[in-house]
C-alpha cells in the first residue's frame, strides 16, 4: 500500500485477483496486530501480579486465547514479551506526566507536577513489579536505563531548558542536569518499590526533590 492506494499489480496478473490478495493481507495484517495486542494485554496483567519468574509463556497464551504457537510467532521468547509489555507501559506514563505537566501554564510547576506524577505512578504495585523490580533484572542495567531516558529524557532536558532560558534555574548544562536529575527521580523510584511504607517513603523522596530543585534556583 502508498499513499492510501493499492499497489500496482503485477504485468499480467488480474486486477480482480490482485486486489483480493491485497484486502487478504491487510486482513491477515489486521488480524495479526490484535493477536498481538492481546498476548501484550494479557502478559502485562501477569506479569504486574506474578512477576517474570512466576509467570509462564502457556499461562499467557492462554490468557490471551491463543495457542503457544501463534505467541512464538510474534514473539521468540518470554523476554521479548516482557520487552514489549515494558515499552507499553513506559509510553503509558510517559503519556500520564506529559497529560498532569499539560495543565500547568509555569514552566517552574509544570517541572515539579511531572516528578510528582511519576513518583504517584511507580507507586502502584503492577508498575513496581514490571519497571523497576523485573525491569532491571530481565532486561539488564545498561538496557533498563537505555530505555528509560529514551522515554523520559528528551523531556527533562527540554523542561530545563526553559526554565533556564527563564533565568529561574541555575545557568547549567542542561543535557548533564538532566541525566543527574533522572538518576535521582529513578533512584527514588526504586526505594518506593524497595519499602514497607510506601506513603511515608513517597512523602520524603518529594521534600528530598523539592530541595533539591529549590537549590538549583538560579537567585538561590
Known amino acids: 500500500?502508498?499513499?492510501?492506494?493499492?499497489?500496482?499489480?503485477?504485468?499480467?496478473f488480474p486486477v480482480w485477483l490482485w486486489l483480493a490478495a491485497m484486502a487478504g493481507r491487510t486482513l491477515r495484517d489486521e488480524h495479526a496486530e490484535i493477536t498481538r495486542?492481546?498476548?501484550?494485554?494479557?502478559?502485562?496483567?501477569?506479569f504486574g501480579r506474578r512477576g517474570f519468574a512466576g509467570t509462564g509463556?502457556?499461562?499467557?497464551?492462554?490468557?490471551?486465547?491463543v495457542t503457544r504457537?501463534?505467541?512464538?510467532?510474534?514473539?521468540?521468547?518470554k523476554k521479548d514479551v516482557f520487552l514489549a509489555v515494558f515499552e507499553q507501559v513506559q509510553g503509558e506514563l510517559r503519556e500520564i506526566v506529559a497529560r498532569?505537566?499539560?495543565?500547568?501554564?509555569?514552566?517552574?510547576?509544570?517541572?515539579r507536577v511531572s516528578l510528582r506524577v511519576f513518583l504517584d505512578a511507580c507507586s502502584e504495585p503492577g508498575i513496581q513489579r514490571i519497571l523497576?523490580?523485573?525491569?532491571?533484572?530481565?532486561?539488564?542495567?545498561?538496557?533498563?536505563?537505555?530505555i528509560d531516558a529514551r522515554y523520559f529524557m528528551g523531556g527533562m532536558i527540554a523542561g530545563l531548558e526553559e526554565l533556564i532560558a527563564e533565568g529561574r534555574l541555575k545557568a547549567l548544562d542542561a543535557e548533564v542536569l538532566g541525566h543527574l536529575i533522572l538518576?535521582?527521580?529513578?533512584?527514588?523510584?526504586m526505594m518506593l518499590?524497595?519499602?514497607?511504607?510506601?506513603?511515608?517513603?513517597?512523602?520524603?523522596?518529594?521534600?528530598?526533590l523539592d530541595a533539591i530543585f529549590e537549590g538549583l534556583r538560579a537567585d538561590s
Request: charged share 30%.
Open 132 to 146: 523497576l523490580e523485573d525491569g532491571p533484572a530481565v532486561l539488564g542495567w545498561a538496557r533498563w536505563r537505555e
Open 193 to 208: 518499590a524497595d519499602t514497607a511504607d510506601v506513603d511515608a517513603t513517597r512523602a520524603e523522596a518529594e521534600r528530598a
Open 37 to 46: 495486542r492481546e498476548l501484550v494485554s494479557a502478559a502485562r496483567d501477569l
Open 1 to 12: 500500500m502508498s499513499n492510501g492506494k493499492p499497489a500496482p499489480s503485477p504485468a499480467g
Open 183 to 189: 538518576a535521582v527521580v529513578t533512584e527514588a523510584a
Open 69 to 77: 504457537g501463534a505467541l512464538y510467532h510474534h514473539f521468540p521468547g
Open 57 to 65: 509463556v502457556d499461562e499467557v497464551a492462554a490468557q490471551a486465547r
Open 100 to 111: 498532569a505537566a499539560a495543565q500547568e501554564s509555569d514552566a517552574w510547576e509544570r517541572m
